[in-house]
């Protein structure tokens, strides 16, 4: 008997945006604790990619090409994942997009919606269909579940030009708090992580003399950025039973980032003065 709370042997964990990035983290972090995987992506060769890495680990690793933004192919692709998989035991909802606009007065309304439309209301339709099937689990006797949405520090600051961005991750933290208010009789867990400045296709280190790499460094009290593989064990905890009464919760793996927020405010008085 494996009395291990951190091994996913048996668990099957379906990740969206899976195949790049920090959703590529959660991922490898899960196949290397045992479990199987599930991979969502809109890229066919990105999937293919990640399925090769993943199965070195030895456990079962397929993709699926899903536009989560589209409601229907949610639906049937999260069907799909259980009927070939057998079961899904967790989802983890890190798909998403970033732009910018100049400034608030410059966001159009098919900015902010078409933004929304990926980060807020896709996890919506993931984390709905997967707490579907476990409520259908737990009415055969077979309770437990876990859901996570990967959000970002923009859920709990402002950032200039990215109003719809800070209002999706800001919704998906809300909305955490209230399936796992919901559901947790049915043994369903749902959590937020919110990470840092982590490097990805869409946030670049280039070096500390850069006006980012400066900040992130001068701020952050582990002087770097964020990796992928700094997201494998918080995916893999939230995944398993170590975390069976841990709901309802926003977790920042930021390297402190927040926690240093007072220097920067600090910085600015000495600026006025």
């Known amino acids: 008997m494996n009395t291990n709370p951190l091994d996913l042997t048996g668990k099957v964990v379906v990740v969206t945006g899976g195949n790049a990035g920090i959703g590529f983290g959660f991922a490898r972090g899960i196949a290397r604790a045992g479990g199987d995987v599930v991979i969502w992506g809109r890229r066919k060769d990105k999937n293919d990619e990640a399925v090769r890495e993943l199965k070195q680990f030895g456990t079962k690793v397929i993709a699926q090409e899903v536009d989560v933004a589209d409601e229907q192919q949610v639906v049937v692709a999260m069907k799909e994942a259980v009927k070939i998989m057998g079961r899904v035991d967790g989802a983890i909802a890190n798909a998403g997009i970033m732009n910018h606009a100049k400034s608030f007065l410059e966001l159009s309304g098919e900015q902010y919606h078409g933004l929304l439309s990926v980060n807020q209301h896709g996890a919506m339709y993931v984390a709905r269909e997967a707490a579907r099937h476990m409520k259908e689990r737990f009415d055969a006797g077979d309770p437990g579940g876990s859901i996570v949405f990967c959000a970002s520090l923009s859920a709990l600051t402002g950032s200039a030009g990215m109003q719809h961005y800070n209002a999706a991750k800001g919704a998906m933290a809300s909305m955490a708090r209230g399936i796992a ?64 009464f841990h709901t309802g919760d926003l977790v920042k793996i930021d390297g402190g980032w927040m926690a240093n927020a007072g220097k920067a405010n600090i910085a600015k008085l000495s600026e006025r003065d």
């Not at 280039?206 to 900040?215: I, K, T």
């Open 181 to 244: 208010v919901d559901l947790g009789v049915y043994g369903i867990r749902c959590n937020t992580v919110c990470p840092g400045y982590t490097v990805s296709e869409t946030v670049k280190d280039q070096g500390p003399d850069s006006p980012l790499g400066g900040q992130v460094r001068e701020r952050t009290p582990i002087p770097r950025f964020g990796t992928i593989e700094d997201f494998e064990g918080i995916g893999v905890y939230f995944m398993c039973d170590a975390s069976r």
